[in-house]
């Protein structure tokens, strides 16, 4: 169990580290989850349970300093939980929920001490020290991670036999409940991804991909590369119209010289 903390631990730090320096993308439970299965020894797992995740929360946006839930917490908390009891796919979902709600109140916790420090930094400026400013930051982004490091390792060596005890004591009707809200809410992220990028331009393609998989059977890797050589089509085509206007434009430019001249 201590290896396993340790490894929760690392995963934690690690998509945070992502986050710290701005690597978009690198904190979503896609690949939250598939660093925690991997440093468990259960690499399979993770990415399974990790695109389930991903369509949960594939509506959930984080703007500015403002993170509505913190999915990188409840990616790696929902799989490590589920591959170290051994349990369904709908506890890992329904334990990444509650995870990503208290990581949203830790991230902000977390992020009030480096915050604190803004008047150290200015100094440090204010006296062109850039040396004392790089080691204020590596400070910082040390504590902030090794903060993130203690949650996962403490979490895993104190929580895992009590979450192992309650996942026990569900009742089957409860279990089954749950596989059914596992089932819906990925429908859910996609429907609040829907309500932001929703437009007429983009309707059609979303009918496509919906009638690919329901009437012709179509599997997510069949409709991803379609949608992917449609994607090409269509930046080649908008490609194409933007270096036509260019070339128009100068060809007139070039006309209204001539005549200029004569």
């Known amino acids: 169990m201590l290896m396993n903390a340790i490894g929760v631990g690392l ?3 690690l998509v945070k580290w992502g986050n710290w320096w701005g690597m978009m993308g690198w904190d979503r439970p896609m ?3 598939t660093i925690t299965g991997i440093l468990l020894g259960h690499p399979t797992e ?4 990790g695109a389930s995740l991903e369509l949960v929360y594939m509506g959930t946006q984080s703007m500015g300093g403002v993170l509505p839930q913190d999915y990188a917490i409840g990616g790696v908390f929902g799989s490590a939980f589920a591959i170290l009891i051994g349990a369904k796919m709908s506890v890992a979902v329904a334990l990444s929920i509650p995870f990503s709600m208290l990581g949203t109140l830790l991230y902000d916790l977390f992020k009030f ?3 604190a420090w803004t008047t150290k930094f200015q100094e440090y400026l204010n006296r062109h020290d850039i040396k004392g400013f790089k080691r204020l930051w590596d400070l910082q982004a ?3 991670l090794t903060m993130w490091f203690l949650i996962g390792f403490v979490s895993i060596l104190a929580g895992t036999t009590a979450i192992k005890s309650l996942v026990s004591a569900i009742p089957p009707v409860i279990q089954n409940s749950l596989t059914v809200a596992a089932g819906m ?3 859910l992220g996609m429907a609040l991804l829907l309500v932001t990028l929703w437009d007429k331009k983009l309707a059609p393609y979303f009918f496509i991909g919906f009638g690919l998989v329901a009437f012709f059977k179509g599997t997510l890797i069949e409709v991803a590369f379609l949608a992917t050589a449609i994607a090409l089509i269509v930046a080649v085509s908008e490609l194409n119209k933007i ?3 260019k070339r128009s434009s100068v060809q007139q430019t070039e ?8």
């Open 255 to 262: 006309e209204e010289d001539f005549f200029d001249d004569k």
């Open 142 to 144: 040390t504590i902030f």
């Open 11 to 13: 995963a934690c730090m």
């Open 46 to 49: 993770g990415i399974v349970i």
């Open 113 to 115: 001490i480096p915050t």
């Open 243 to 245: 270096q036509g206007v």
């Open 185 to 187: 809410l990925p429908a």
């Open 31 to 33: 690949m939250a989850s």
